[in-house]
């Protein structure tokens, strides 16, 4: 089992609809969770992070954490094309340098 | 612009020579990291250091070396490059652990 799964995807979904991604990961202890986006060709870019149980949310992106199910999801409200990306879940078990990724999951936002 | 730079954007280099990829950054983060990125298997760590003056070695460190002289220069060399390590790499930098990373923008490396 991978440290932190996602679906691969692709994920598509029309343009002003609501994309969910999904994530799970394996150490219980994990207390840092993040998301983050990266465009064909590019390098990623960190757009949520999340501590603690629940939601947080940030313009139109919300992140949800469960730590009793190790699941973490960020859902993109109102998508765009601009959002068409790979989102890359990633968990830190210890707050150290120890930050696992997942290998990603595509979007792509159809106008 | 605050950030990290990274050099060179790409670079074909026969099997067998020394290669230094140059990662520097101004935010005054005290952690910095070189990933690897090939496709089907993700972002994995080679290198990390938490401060200058120290390092340690991540997922995948075997073929490459990596010094801390000071806070803002990390660089990653591969002694006697090989095909296997034809990949994308991208260099990071955080606060501190605890916190997500900056990326630089990458540096794709063909090794022939």
């Known amino acids: 089992q991978k440290e932190v799964e996602q679906n691969s995807g692709p994920l598509s979904v029309p343009e002003g609809a609501i994309a969910s991604l999904n994530c799970t990961y394996s150490?219980?202890?994990?207390?840092?969770f993040f998301w983050y986006r990266q465009y064909s060709g590019k390098s990623p870019e960190l757009i949520m992070s999340?501590?603690?149980?629940g939601d947080k949310e940030d313009g139109r992106f919300t992140a949800q954490l469960n730590k009793a199910s190790q699941y973490v999801s960020l859902l993109i409200r109102d998508s765009q094309p601009s959002d068409s990306a790979t989102y890359l879940c990633a968990v830190n078990p210890n707050n150290n340098n120890d930050m696992r990724f997942g290998a990603g999951t595509r979007l792509t936002v159809k106008p | 612009i605050a950030g990290i730079t990274q050099a060179p954007t790409s670079q074909i280099l026969a099997a067998g020579r020394r290669m230094t990829l140059r990662c520097t950054q101004d935010m005054r983060h005290n952690a910095m990291y070189w990933y690897r990125q090939d496709l089907g298997l993700g972002l994995r760590l080679i290198h990390y250091s938490n401060t200058a003056g120290t390092t340690g070695k991540g997922e995948v460190p075997d073929g490459y070396s990596v010094s801390r002289a000071n806070t803002d220069d990390f660089p990653l060399t591969l002694a006697s490059a090989v095909p296997s390590q034809t990949s994308v790499y991208f260099c990071?930098?955080?606060?501190?652990?605890?916190?997500?990373?900056?990326f630089g923008s990458g540096t794709r490396l063909t090794v022939v």
């Open positions: 150490d219980r202890v994990s207390q840092s």
């Open positions: 990071a930098s955080s606060r501190t652990g605890a916190y997500g990373y900056t």
């Open positions: 999340i501590y603690s149980n």
